[in-house]
Structures are given as C-alpha cells and as structure tokens.
C-alpha cells in the first residue's frame, strides 16, 4: 500500500495552484487519484436545480475539490513551520512485549507528529 506523508486532520499548506498559500485540514485522503480533500481549499461552486423528491432546495453549493498531494505540504503543529516529514522508529512497550513503531516527526524541529485519522 503506498504511504503518505500527509495524513487525514493534518493541517497542510498549498504550495501551488489558485489556493497557494492557504492553510487547511486535510478532509480526505484519495488514495487511487494521489489527491487530498482540504478544507475551504479549492471551492467550487456548484449550481443545483431543486429536487422536491429528497427535499433538496436549489442554489449554489459549495464544495472542496481534491489537490494532487504534491500540492500540499504538511504544517508542524510542534513549530508552525511548513516542513519535510521524516518517518523514524520507537520503541514502546505494548501488552508486555517491546514493539516497534514508526512514527513521523518534523524535519524543522524534530517533534513527533500526531499519527492523524484512526485506521479503521
Ligand atoms: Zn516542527
């Protein structure tokens, strides 16, 4: 499975694109498209016709488009800084046994990053 370094409730900013410089939280990872959903990133307005079947009134609605994730770049909550992700391990003791695991940390201060969405 391929690994992102951007995960879902990141805060990332737009480095390319209308949005350029906007901070958001990433929404939704689309991992087929390589693109992330962020919030108030990227709108389009869509224009609706009423639909009395699901009681939906007409109008304009807007909405998040996905950005490719090469677009994006992650905000170190730690540092305020947008930065590089690093991945290393740590060692932690789970039910008893030492595991390892992987975390990502900020390549600008070195802190752990929050490991975003739970997995489901
Ligand atoms: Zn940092």
């Given amino acids: 499975m391929k690994q ?5 409730d990141d805060v990332v900013m737009v480095i ?4 350029k410089g906007k901070l958001g939280r990433v929404l939704k990872i689309l ?3 390589d693109r992330v959903l962020v919030e ?14 699901i009681q939906q009134p007409g109008g304009r ?14 905000q170190c ?6 930065t590089r992700v690093g991945y290393r391990y740590i060692d932690e003791t789970k039910d008893g046994q ?8 900020c390549k600008k201060c070195n802190e752990i990053l ?3 969405g739970k997995k489901k």
Avoid: L, W
């Fill in 40 to 53: 108030k990133v990227n709108m389009a307005v869509r224009h609706t016709k009423p639909n009395p079947q």
């Fill in 16 to 19: 390319a694109g209308k949005d």
């Fill in 77 to 82: 909550p730690s540092c305020k800084q947008s």
């Fill in 98 to 105: 030492p595991s390892r695991k992987r975390v990502r940390f």
């Fill in 4 to 8: 992102y370094r951007i995960h879902k």
């Fill in 31 to 33: 991992r087929k498209h």
């Fill in 61 to 74: 609605i807007e909405k998040e488009m996905p950005i490719h994730v090469s677009n994006v770049i992650v």
């Fill in 114 to 116: 929050a490991q975003g």
